[in-house]
């Protein structure tokens, strides 16, 4: 059926104990030791780093998209699963997902349980996920756990302990595994790809801000002061803050930080309705909305406008595009 790469970071499903806690220990070749690999499949493992993924930082993600451009380089590949810690999988899937323009799958997938569990979920996630990446194509880069295919895109953790842990609150996944099965029930709407971006001296600084009852601009104004080019505003709602937080915009607009506008809550768009504070004074105040993508994404998305040119116009429109509006392919490659 095909020759898979596994790119092992770490995560719960390289996990052991460590005495207080559990922490990314193994190699990858200990943790593809615990998993049944699908009949046809063979596998080759490269180790790229094993650290718990909420210590994963641009630098980190940023060698694991070259990582995996290196791989699918070699015409012989025929798909990549990569494993990873569930805390921010759904950051670096996406930001894979923006610069993957090939018909062969990235399969990013974990666990909930640690190495060494009894009945732990990471087997079966990774059986999965080679078997995903053998069976499947263009597709973009998916996301498999839990007898489940999901979209990178809009994909988040959306339970801490369950072994059902990612969905997109706003869509449904793409398809189901089982009976040596990868059953696909819809294909995702993707942007163009964006170019790999060159490796960046200090990555770009994006925070995220969000508001709350008796929200004001002291943390938006501080991430400001302190370098960020780019911002994720939180906000309530469809997209809603203050008048005061929609000053504060603007002035980091005017100064060339780009920033985006996504919402707190679990599902649905942001949507301009409201004024006086509103995403309909957001907008007005050059924050880009994000649709249904939630902060974690969002950022990713900035982050990679951001490091696709140094142009301040340039990157509100490749922001644009990345959230779904048209750029054409051409323009993408000047960027």
Same mark, same amino acid.
């Given at each position: 059926m095909? $020759?898979?790469v596994v790119?092992?970071?770490?995560?719960t499903i390289a996990s052991r104990w460590q005495g207080s806690g559990f922490a990314a220990e193994a190699h990858g070749r200990e943790v593809m030791a615990t998993a049944a690999v699908p009949e046809g499949v063979t596998v080759e493992v490269v180790d790229l780093f094993s650290v718990n993924s909420p210590r994963l930082t641009t630098t980190h993600q940023l060698a694991l998209l070259r990582a995996v451009h290196e791989v699918l380089a070699d015409p012989g590949v025929d798909g990549v699963v990569v494993t990873h810690g569930t805390d921010t999988l759904e950051e670096s899937a996406f930001l894979l997902d923006l610069h993957h323009d090939d018909p062969r799958p990235v399969v990013f997938t974990g666990a909930q349980l640690p190495l060494d569990s009894e009945d732990g979920d990471g087997p079966r996630n990774l059986h999965d996920a080679l078997l995903t990446a053998a069976r499947c194509r263009g597709l973009g880069v998916l996301i498999a756990f839990d007898?489940?295919?999901?979209? !990178?895109?809009g994909t988040i953790k959306t339970h801490t302990l369950d072994a *059902? !842990?990612? #969905? *997109?609150p706003s869509g449904v996944h793409l398809g189901n595994i089982g009976f040596g099965k990868v059953s696909v029930l819809r294909r995702p709407? $993707?942007? #163009? #790809?964006?170019p790999l971006p060159a490796a960046p001296g200090t990555p770009p600084r994006v925070d995220m801000v969000m508001h709350h009852a008796d929200g004001d601009p002291l943390l938006l104004n501080a991430a400001v002061d302190a370098g960020a080019q780019g911002l994720v505003l939180v906000a309530t709602g469809a997209g809603n803050a203050t008048p005061d937080i929609v000053s504060a915009v603007a002035e980091a607009t005017a100064r060339g930080v780009l920033v985006a506008l996504t919402t707190r809550v679990p599902a649905g768009p942001v949507s301009q309705i409201y004024t006086h504070g509103g995403a309909v004074d957001l907008v007005a105040a050059g924050a880009v909305p994000t649709g249904t993508l939630r902060a974690g994404q969002a950022r990713i998305a900035v982050l990679a406008a951001l490091l696709a040119t140094p142009d301040a116009a340039e990157r509100v429109r490749l922001l644009r595009h990345v959230l779904g509006d048209a750029v054409p392919a051409a323009d993408l #490659?000047? !960027?």
């Open positions: 095909g $020759r898979i790119v092992s970071t770490g995560g007898g489940k295919v999901h979209a !990178a895109r *059902d !842990a990612f #969905a *997109d709407e $993707r942007p #163009a #790809a964006l #490659a000047r !960027a």
